[in-house]
């Protein structure tokens, strides 16, 4: 079974970086492409930045500028690099991915169990 797990977040002063990183365990699939979303309170949940298999990204006017998404392919791993972080990044944060399990037809969302960022002096 695939799952994706999520790296802990943290609580940090605005100014500062913090870098997410998101992997998928398990074997036998093929990732497409993976993205980080967030959620703060009140909110509805965005979509922060995306990565393609052939790494093209795509990025939040709210974020493009301070934060990269990056993958690694031989560790099945996504991450995301925030740095001049400012309180309204303060949210929780969801890796997802688009893969498919070797010896089918479909591709299958997955999400990670979120990690809460905190940006706060």
């Known amino acids: 079974q695939v799952q994706l797990v999520e790296s802990e977040g943290g609580l940090v002063q605005p100014g500062e970086s913090l870098r997410l990183s998101c992997a998928a365990s398990?074997?036998?699939?093929?990732?497409?492409?993976m993205d980080w979303y967030r959620q703060a309170p009140g909110k509805q949940r965005e979509l922060v930045a995306t990565?393609?298999?052939?790494?093209?990204?795509n990025y939040a006017d709210s974020v493009k500028g301070r934060f990269t998404i990056s993958r690694d392919n031989a560790k099945n791993t996504v991450y995301l690099q925030m740095n001049s972080l400012k309180p309204e990044d303060t949210a929780v944060y969801y890796c997802?991915?688009?893969?498919?399990?070797?010896?089918?037809?479909?591709?299958?969302?997955?999400w990670g169990q979120g990690t809460q960022v905190t940006v706060s002096s």
């Open positions: 990565i393609s298999s052939g790494n093209m990204t």
């Open positions: 997802h991915a688009v893969l498919k399990t070797y010896g089918t037809i479909w591709y299958k969302n997955y």
């Open positions: 398990g074997s036998g699939f093929s990732i497409n492409a």
